[in-house]
């Protein structure tokens, strides 16, 4: 579940690091009123879960409260668009925080490391970009450390991390507090990313968390009960937002290839057959263990919400699963909505035959296997 700018500095606000001044708000109203009580320049942010807002139009300096108006006005309610979010996002709110004056800017990270199975504390001189575009442009500019699970960030190891990104020993004085306060709120919040990008030298000396990023595991919501308040706001797109209502596992890959599958390696095998056979993916949608008919139906409609889906693909393989149970619930869809685009069924195990007897006389296409399966609807769709 991502967080917005504003709830990721208020994290790191809470943990004792310092963030600028400024209030989240969705007229342009509320925003000369910021602008006003702050009584100077200010900076109107979109709060959307994408990269390249600044360049999409999201990001505007304002000197004055009406100026501050403005820039929201030209925010709210326009769909921001940006090379690493091509479909682009609606900007509902917007940040109105004080300017500050950047002297230079860094970047600090944690995540996972799956390899190591560890969090990996990761920093940089280079900030302001993305951390993939710093590892392309300046590999050599990134130091990583893996942190010890029962030590926890040491102090050595937060200095071995900037020294080795090639800090200074000033600015490795100013920055290891940073550090040690983004581990604590990422641990605290059981986040699997906090992001400081970037993080600002003034030209005063101060070291401000100019934006943040951070990115909690759905695993432990159930902990976070204040963190969950936000997890309708969480989804970057409209149709995994609804995903997550109806609690169904979609993720929204960008192709005209919808596929359905039971059990997340399935699917992901699914995805690799279509890409393999020339096709794109339109999304990776799972309907996990035991599904029955009517969550079938809702995958469907999920699947169809995307207007670029040219094709559907279903690779089920029964286990808990019940193929009879599948084809029902693509009947209830055929039955019920209007689908114009192939459909490509493979079944296998429990309850397959059943499955496929249902299924005979309509226009959905069988297939015996994953492979042919991807085949066939990657033709189909052209």
Known sequence: MKLHEYQAKQILHDVGLPVPQGEVVSSPEGARAIAERLGKPVVVKAQVHMGGRGKAGGIKRADTPEEAAQAARDILGKRL?????????????????????????????????????????????????????????????????????????????????????????????????????????????????????????????????????????????????????????????????????????????????????????LVMCTVDEVARAGGKPANFLDIGGGAKADHVRNAV???????????????????????????????????????NIPIVVRLAGTHAEEGLALLQGTPLIPAETMQDAARRIVELVG
């Not at 799956?114 to 993305?130: C, E, F, H, I, K």
């Not at 889906?309 to 009947?331: M, P, S, Y």
């Open 81 to 265: 668009v940006s090379p690493q979010n091509p479909q682009g996002m609606v900007a509902e709110k917007v940040l109105v925080e004080e300017t500050i004056a950047i002297e230079r800017e860094f970047y600090i990270g944690i995540t996972v490391d799956r390899t190591s199975q560890r969090n990996a504390l990761m920093v940089s001189q280079y900030g302001g970009m993305d951390i993939e575009e710093i590892a392309a442009t300046h590999p050599d500019a990134i130091a990583t450390v893996m942190i010890d699970p029962f030590l926890g960030l040491t102090d050595y190891k937060a200095r071995e991390a900037l020294y080795g990104a090639g800090f200074d020993t000033e600015l490795v004085r100013k920055l290891t507090p940073i550090l040690h306060g983004l581990y604590r709120a990422y641990m605290a919040c059981d986040a699997n990313l906090a992001e400081i990008n970037p993080c600002a030298l003034t030209t005063d000396g101060q070291v401000v968390v100019a934006d943040a990023k951070i990115t909690i595991d759905d695993n432990a919501l159930f902990r976070q009960r204040r963190l969950a308040a936000y997890q309708e706001e969480s989804a970057e797109d409209p149709i995994e937002a609804e995903a997550q209502r109806r609690g169904i596992a979609y993720v929204r890959l960008g192709g005209n290839i919808g596929i359905i599958g039971n059990g997340a390696g």
């Open 301 to 339: 409609e999920l699947v169809l919400m995307d207007p670029n889906v040219k094709g559907l693909l279903f690779n089920i393989f029964g286990g808990i699963t019940r193929g009879d149970e599948v084809a029902r619930g693509i009947l209830d869809a055929l039955q019920t909505m209007t689908i």
